[in-house]
């Protein structure tokens, strides 16, 4: 029988504490084969008025829904943190031209996390929690630099130095649970009932890196840099902690040559030819190592310590690196009124790091490995015009487009490489795929085929064998953008200033992982209202059941990672906007003790145009950089539209 449940039952449980019942009248219920049964009375509390746990005294409510205002009464958590910053720095100019400087910076984190549920949790006992974090950063960095001015035309700059960085961190946790009273809560961990194991950790780091730089510039028409830089790290196996990186650039002013001198609309121009290389150290600091993570197991009535291999197989590894040619134009016209940056670059990743799954059978979940190689090719544009400007009046408005092409040109192992597993409980598998010849991370699913006779989801099975496996996977979107956009313009008027910024994304894909909990009717959540009124069932016409966007309502569904949880993340998005006053501070008394102020109001993330029906397309759950897990909205929380009062006065 077709039915819906949204559980409405669960939405009359009033909880509030100066309150002692809760009744639903006529409005509770759930709708169940085209009828209305009304829900029993609930109460929150127990006759001497300690909360009931309304999931065991009724059992038809699902396990899977919380009392949110009995979780933000009685789950508290609290962090303090210290975080003191050092830096010093001594330049010593023993001749013209010639400056040394030293500069010496210490970072100090730390900081105490308390956590605590008293006994008027419904679904858990009394527990505490305390951890605490030590962060510690030194920065040294000593540098030479050298200029000098030959014959009046040519100026020469030379810089060399050596740099340190180093990361130590510490942890300690411990936890309890049972408590005889909810007054200490995280201050008495003694007075647990039961222990958990107590924790600690260790981390540490460190980059060393040796550069040298020489710039060259003759008139300021023709200009040469180069440079080169040694980096060790030692987050990267034995023989393979150093990378070198180079790089060099060439400039030409084409607005000062004589043949330009008579162009009265030309301000500044100016083409631009450089190629460098970068390396990446994004990995952890023991990926290179063989890990032994440590806990207990009970044995022949005791506990005993065991140790055991991490869940990450240990690689040796190399340098990420990439090597980028740039061409680029400045110009600048009118009075510069008009000025535009054009950039075409072509990229190439070497070594490209990235995690790979292993099978169950090697005893690890992953490992991290260099896995192949990796193209990027893109333009880039700059526009920034002073459309009005003025004693009075300035309005300045700034376009710029950006278009990236990604390629994954080479595995090392030759075969196909995947995502990390996306997983709920009701539904699992990997989303995201790097193959030779598509971009980074694209999405390979299967593909959606309506429904069947019994309104449940079919897919289209490749090879016809009547199974769905994973060789009926299709490659059915990219989280990669065509382009994105933005434009920035601020108004000023006398003391008052407008500004906004709006930015854009078009043509990338987004796996909307959080649409999948709509496809889950065995736990009594609350769905989307398109659930019920488009959904399958026997008494539609073939027509309806066609167009239905959601299948039969039945808790036992095929559901599988597929192309309709795709969506197109495009959008465009007020992301800032701002009105501000500049106190008239110059005309009052020379003497006045008040140099600057400004009033203003400020909004972000007001407005977002966009046809993705999750809470924020401007999202990437697990992806990042070089990341395979591009484009997963694995039910993120979106950004804050957030409004600001303020004001700034300097003295």
Same mark, same amino acid.
């Given at each position: 029988t077709d039915y819906f449940d949204v559980s409405l039952i669960a939405s009359y449980t009033r909880t509030d504490r100066h309150n002692q019942s809760s009744s639903g009248g006529n409005r509770g219920g759930s709708l169940i084969g085209g009828t209305i049964s009304s829900p029993p009375t609930l109460t929150p509390y127990n006759e001497d008025g300690s909360y009931r746990n309304l999931m065991l005294a009724y059992p038809f409510m699902s396990n899977a829904l919380y009392n949110p205002v009995n979780m933000i009464n009685e789950i508290t958590n609290k962090t303090k943190a210290d975080l003191s910053e050092i830096n010093a720095a001594l330049t010593w100019k023993p001749i013209k031209g010639l400056s040394l400087k030293s500069s010496l910076g210490m970072e100090s984190l730390n900081y105490r996390t308390d956590g605590y549920t008293t006994s008027k949790f419904l679904y858990s006992s009394s527990s505490a929690s305390v951890s605490t974090n030590q962060q510690t950063t030194i920065i040294n960095e000593n540098i030479v630099n050298y200029d000098v001015i030959i014959a009046n035309n040519h100026r020469l700059n030379l810089m060399g130095g050596f740099t340190y960085q180093e990361y130590t961190g510490t942890s300690l946790g411990a936890s309890g649970n049972g408590f005889l009273s909810d007054v200490p809560e995280s201050h008495q961990l003694g007075g647990a009932a039961n222990f958990g194991t107590p924790s600690t950790g260790y981390t540490n780091w460190v980059l060393i890196s040796y550069l040298g730089r020489v710039n060259y510039s003759y008139k300021g028409k023709y200009l040469a840099t180069t440079s080169i830089r040694a980096d060790g790290s030692s987050r990267y196996s034995k023989g393979d902690k150093w990378g070198y990186f180079p790089s060099a650039a060439l400039a030409w002013r084409i607005s000062d040559e004589k043949f330009l001198k008579d162009v009265s609309f030309l301000s500044d121009m100016k083409l631009r030819l450089g190629w460098g290389a970068t390396g990446s150290t994004a990995i952890s600091p023991y990926t290179t190592m063989n890990m032994l993570s440590q806990g207990k197991a009970p044995a022949g009535g005791d506990v005993y310590t065991y140790y055991a291999a991490s869940t990450t197989f240990p690689a040796n590894l190399k340098w990420e690196t990439t090597s980028q040619w740039n061409y680029g134009l400045d110009l600048s016209l009118f009075d510069q009124r008009l000025r535009i940056t054009a950039d075409y670059y072509s990229k190439k990743t070497t070594n490209l790091?990235?995690?790979? !799954?292993?099978?169950?059978?090697?005893?690890? +979940? %992953?490992? #991290?490995? $260099?896995? =192949? @190689?990796?193209? *990027?090719?893109?333009?880039?544009?700059?526009?920034?015009?002073?459309?009005?400007?003025?004693?009075?009046?300035?309005?300045?408005?700034?376009?710029?487009?950006?278009?990236?092409?990604?390629?994954?040109?080479?595995?090392?192992?030759?075969?196909?490489?995947?995502?990390?597993?996306?997983?709920?409980?009701?539904?699992?598998?990997?989303?995201?795929?790097?193959?030779?010849?598509?971009?980074?991370?694209?999405?390979?699913?299967?593909?959606?085929?309506?429904?069947?006779?019994?309104?449940?989801?079919?897919?289209?099975?490749?090879?016809?064998?009547?199974?769905?496996?994973?060789?009926?996977?299709?490659?059915?979107?990219?989280?990669?953008?065509?382009?994105?956009?933005?434009?920035?313009?601020?108004?000023?008027?006398?003391?008052?200033?407008? !500004?906004?910024?709006?930015?854009?994304?078009? +043509? %990338?894909? #987004?796996? $909307?992982? =959080? @649409?999948?909990? *709509?496809?889950?009717?065995?736990?009594?959540?609350?769905?989307?209202?398109?659930?019920?009124?488009?959904?399958?069932?026997?008494?539609?016409?073939?027509?309806?059941?066609?167009?239905?966007?959601?299948?039969?309502?039945?808790?036992?569904?095929?559901?599988?990672?597929?192309?309709?949880?795709?969506?197109?993340?495009?959008?465009?998005?007020?992301?800032?906007?701002?009105?501000?006053?500049?106190?008239?501070?110059?005309?009052?008394?020379p003497d006045f003790w008040l140099r600057a102020g400004q009033l203003y109001v400020r909004a972000q993330n007001i407005f977002t145009i966009t046809k993705y029906s999750g809470m924020d397309p401007e999202v990437s759950s697990w992806g990042g950089g070089n990341s395979v897990n591009l484009g997963l909205d694995y039910l993120t929380y979106p950004n804050n539209k957030t409004i600001s009062f303020g004001a700034k006065i300097s003295f």
């Open positions: 790091l990235n995690s790979v !799954s292993l099978p169950p059978s090697t005893g690890y +979940g %992953n490992t #991290i490995q $260099n896995i =192949g @190689e990796m193209s *990027n090719r893109g333009v880039e544009l700059l526009v920034d015009v002073d459309l009005i400007r003025n004693r009075d009046f300035l309005w300045t408005a700034s376009v710029n487009i950006a278009m990236n092409k990604n390629r994954v040109e080479k595995l090392y192992e030759g075969a196909d490489l995947y995502g990390s597993n996306v997983n709920l409980q009701y539904i699992s598998g990997i989303v995201n795929l790097i193959r030779e010849g598509e971009p980074l991370g694209v999405f390979y699913v299967f593909k959606d085929d309506g429904y069947d006779e019994n309104g449940q989801l079919k897919y289209i099975d490749i090879n016809g064998d009547g199974n769905m496996t994973t060789e009926d996977r299709f490659i059915l979107g990219d989280p990669h953008p065509d382009f994105t956009y933005g434009l920035n313009s601020t108004i000023q008027y006398k003391n008052l200033e407008f !500004s906004f910024f709006w930015q854009g994304s078009q +043509g %990338n894909d #987004i796996y $909307n992982v =959080g @649409e999948t909990a *709509n496809y889950d009717y065995g736990m009594g959540l609350n769905l989307r209202k398109e659930v019920l009124y488009s959904h399958w069932s026997s008494s539609n016409t073939a027509e309806q059941n066609a167009a239905a966007k959601y299948p039969r309502l039945t808790a036992n569904q095929n559901l599988i990672h597929s192309d309709r949880f795709i969506e197109d993340g495009s959008y465009l998005r007020l992301k800032n906007i701002s009105l501000a006053y500049n106190l008239p501070v110059q005309e009052w008394k």
